[in-house]
């Protein structure tokens, strides 16, 4: 019973703001949103995490909604190294034993 | 670089052999969690430990095991390698006090069981 509902792809133009939808209506007050990414046979890179309030890091941006029914992630300005796999996963943070990271969302960024 | 490294980068055997897989994590991390991507599996998590003892287990079969060692450095075996076990390995790690979901993965080991 998946926890999130991302697009299965994406397309952005290079040095557009690729904007990464993430549902996620069941979540619990206590529950935070993770986003990761990976690209190709890599290991995923964390990203950002946030539990009510929109955070930045040097990365991305993560806006979730009043209501924390969905989230958005923005990468700025995509480069063509932005073109990954992107996870959004729900967790309460501390020894979840269902670890799972879902299909994800295909990012593709276009020259 | 994460920071975290995984050896052997890639290992060939046959079905019926015994590897051993190896992770150290970032230095400071306590924690050290493995996972399985196949093709047509995703990533699938394993176990965990924490400063040496098991903390959380996912989907790992009986043929799998893991340890985590007094300098923090990890190692998952699995024995009885069957076809189906191709797949690429990933170790991460987390540093103390940040949750379980903050993870910094390692480039992984490719597996490939003939």
């Known amino acids: 019973d998946a926890k999130t509902t991302q697009p299965p792809s994406m397309d952005c133009a290079e040095g557009r703001a690729a904007n990464l939808p993430c549902n996620h209506s069941?979540?619990?007050?206590?529950?935070?949103v993770y986003w990761y990414r990976q690209i190709h046979s890599q290991g995923p890179q964390y990203i950002i995490h946030?539990?009510?309030?929109?955070e930045t890091n040097e990365m991305a941006s993560l806006i979730i909604t009043e209501d924390r029914k969905s989230s958005t992630l923005i990468l700025p300005h995509a480069t063509l190294r932005d073109t990954a796999v992107y996870y959004c996963?729900?967790?309460w943070g501390f020894g979840n034993e269902k670890l799972t990271f879902g299909t994800g969302t295909r990012l593709t960024i276009i020259p | 670089d994460s920071g975290v490294t995984q050896t052997p980068k890639h290992l060939i055997t046959a079905t019926g052999q015994r590897v051993t897989l190896r992770c150290s994590p970032r230095?400071?991390?306590?924690?050290v969690y493995w996972y399985q991507q196949s093709l047509d599996q995703g990533l699938q998590f394993l176990i965990q430990?924490?400063?040496?003892?098991?903390?959380a287990k996912g989907n790992i079969l009986e043929r799998f095991s893991a340890q985590q060692f007094p300098d923090l450095h990890s190692e998952l075996n699995l024995s009885s390698l069957e076809l189906g076990d191709s797949a690429l390995y990933f170790c991460?790690?987390?540093?103390?006090?940040?949750?379980?979901?903050?993870?910094?993965f390692g480039p992984g080991t490719r597996l490939t069981v003939t």
């Open positions: 991460a790690s987390s540093p103390p006090g940040a949750g379980d979901w903050e993870q910094y």
């Open positions: 946030g539990l009510k309030n929109n």
């Open positions: 069941t979540i619990s007050g206590n529950e935070y």
């Open positions: 230095s400071g991390d306590l924690s």
């Open positions: 430990y924490y400063n040496g003892e098991e903390r």
């Open positions: 996963i729900v967790s």
